[in-house]
Structures are given as structure tokens and as C-alpha cells.
């Protein structure tokens, strides 16, 4: 694979930790000019192939894949120019704001034969794939519950006044989109499509702050709390009538659980960097040409999409990016 990494944030810093073991064919990185003293010194750190500053330039490089670490409200106009220019797109969650620009990037992307990827660690950890095969031991499942409630720095900017892009709504930020999406990548994961969703969110200056989300499923429900304006304890359950499953960390990260059925078992799996687990299935998938495999997990990234938009829009949310 060979990569265009867009931007220098701490996400893109995160995987550039493990991008050595990726053995990547080529690796540039785009930059704001804003940024280039910090782009320089990863390039240097991580032996890059080099730095630039204009898009333009970095598509015309010697290069099958884009990376899109920038905020959410640049993802869609960033990969849909790298799909235009024949480029596969591994883009950072949340995929895109809405529905409209996910269709549109498909419809780009089936018309070149690219490929379309959204990061989200949870699909590819061992101990989730594992935690898979162990749900018929709970019996009729009938309650999920997941809770990512992490007080931010950012916060205390927003209430002095000091719009940063993760509480921006015009720049498609706030707490569903950047901490629930998590809870709700395990919940559509594992279970699909729900039948309906609900979000009530605690709202300032038109962004949720923090909030609750519902999934009908019909025989059970799911509900995800995400919170930027408080912290609390994560605990994570799914209740069945047989049995219950107990996940004490972020979901994104998981490495262990409990399941207590006829007896009380922890299961703990090795401990690779997370993003390590996704990006050699991703680099695997594109080098592999497997259209399948990527047709899957695009899937899951829709409807998860399709209930971040329902649920938002419920709560009274709008983007810039909604106004077309």
C-alpha cells in the first residue's frame, strides 16, 4: 500500500506509531502550512517519503490510498477528490456527517473501482470477534448497555467561549459523533440495523454536549450514553436471560471481558496497538483488491451513519453540512 496521510493530529500521530509495522510501500503526508514545522519532524521521526501542503500535489504522487485524519467536516470533500482522483479511502469515524455525502462517495467510488474504508478499531479486535461467537451463551438478549462518558479539556473552551471543531456544529462535531459512535459501532456491529432510533441530547449553543441514545430491536433495546461534559465510570453490559457480559473499558479498545453464565469467565487477548488490528486487514483488503470484504464493513458503517443522522436530527441538530 501506498499512502497520502491527511493531516498531523493526535490520530494521525497514533498511527503513525504503528505504521512502521505496516511496511508501507511509500508514505506522504499533507499539511497545513500552519503545521509544517510539526509535519516536518514526523517525517523525519518516522521516515516518511516526504511532506507537502497542496492536495493537488499529493494526488499526483506515486500513491493507491488515502488517509483522512482531519475533522469530521472535511472528510467528505477530501476523500471525494481522492476517489476522483482513481485514490481507495480508509477515513477516520465518523465516516461522513450525513447520508447524502456517504451515497455519493459510493456512487464515486463504484464508478472508479475504489474502495472505501472507515476506521473504526472495534471491527477488528480479537477480544469483539471473539465476544461474537460467546453472545447465544446469554440466552434472549434484552438489554444493552454501554456508557463512554470522558469529561474534555476541550470543555472548559467551550464554556469561556472557544469553539473547538469537536463542539462545532458547523464543523460536525459534538459528543454522539465523537464519543458515542464508538458504543454505536458495537451495538450495529454486533446486532445490525435497528428497527428505530431515539437521541436525547443535552444541548449548548446548538451542539450536544452530552446525550442518550435508544436502538429498538424489538425483542430487546439498546441504550448508549456519550458525555464530553462529564466523566463517570465505564461499564458496558449486554443482558441476556441466560447470562451477562461485562466489558469495564471503552469499547474501541476493549482487550477483555467478563461473561457470567453457568460460571463467571474473563477472556483477555494480546495486546497489539489497536489501530494495528485494522490497518493490515485494511492494507490486506486493498492490496487484495477485495471488494467483498470492504463491501461489509461498509455496510455496518451506513447504518451506523444512517442512526448517528436519525438519531441527531430528532434531537433538533443540524449541520452546515445538512444544508444543500
Not at 510539526?38 to 488515502?66: F, Q, R
Not at 479486535?125 to 461467537?133: E, F, G, N, S, V
Request: hydrophobic share 40%; aromatic share 10%.
Amino acid at each position: 500500500m501506498k499512502l497520502g496521510i491527511l493531516g498531523t493530529g493526535m490520530i494521525v500521530q497514533e498511527f503513525l506509531e504503528i505504521a512502521p509495522s505496516l511496511h508501507l510501500k511509500k508514505a506522504f503526508i499533507l499539511s497545513s502550512e500552519r503545521s509544517l514545522e510539526k509535519a516536518n519532524k514526523l517525517m523525519k521521526v518516522y521516515h516518511l517519503d516526504g511532506v507537502l501542503t497542496s492536495y493537488d500535489d499529493l494526488l499526483k504522487e506515486d500513491i493507491d490510498t488515502i488517509y483522512v485524519g482531519l475533522p469530521n467536516h472535511l472528510h467528505f470533500s477530501f476523500a471525494l477528490k481522492a476517489l476522483e482522483a482513481n485514490k481507495h479511502v480508509i477515513i477516520e469515524k465518523p465516516i461522513v456527517s450525513n447520508m447524502r455525502e456517504l451515497n455519493q462517495l459510493k456512487e464515486v467510488a463504484k464508478k472508479h473501482n475504489r474502495i472505501i474504508l472507515e476506521a473504526v478499531t472495534l471491527h477488528r479486535m480479537p477480544a469483539y470477534l471473539d465476544m461474537k461467537k460467546q453472545l447465544d451463551k446469554l440466552g434472549d438478549i434484552r438489554i444493552v448497555s454501554l456508557n463512554y462518558s470522558q469529561y474534555s479539556s476541550r470543555y472548559d473552551a467551550f464554556k469561556k467561549g472557544e469553539i473547538l471543531p469537536v463542539f462545532d456544529v458547523h464543523k460536525s462535531g459534538g459528543a454522539l459523533y465523537d464519543l458515542n459512535v464508538y458504543n454505536l459501532n458495537f451495538v450495529i456491529g454486533l446486532f445490525g440495523k435497528p428497527l428505530s432510533v431515539d437521541y436525547h441530547a443535552n444541548l449548548q449553543r446548538g451542539i450536544d454536549t452530552s446525550g442518550i441514545f435508544t436502538m429498538d430491536y424489538g425483542s430487546f433495546k439498546a441504550v448508549c450514553i456519550g458525555s464530553k461534559d462529564t466523566g463517570a465510570p465505564l461499564m458496558n453490559t449486554i443482558q441476556g436471560e441466560q447470562g451477562t457480559i461485562i466489558i469495564d473499558t471503552p469499547v474501541s479498545r476493549m482487550r477483555q471481558y467478563k461473561i457470567k453464565h453457568d460460571v463467571e469467565e474473563v477472556r483477555t487477548f494480546e495486546e497489539e496497538h489497536a489501530m494495528l488490528y485494522e490497518f493490515k486487514q485494511f492494507k490486506n483488503i486493498i492490496e487484495n483488491n477485495d471488494v467483498e470484504k470492504a463491501n461489509d464493513y461498509l455496510e455496518i458503517s451506513t447504518h451506523v451513519l444512517w442512526a448517528l443522522e436519525e438519531g441527531r436530527r430528532k434531537a433538533g441538530i443540524i449541520f452546515d453540512a445538512d444544508n444543500y
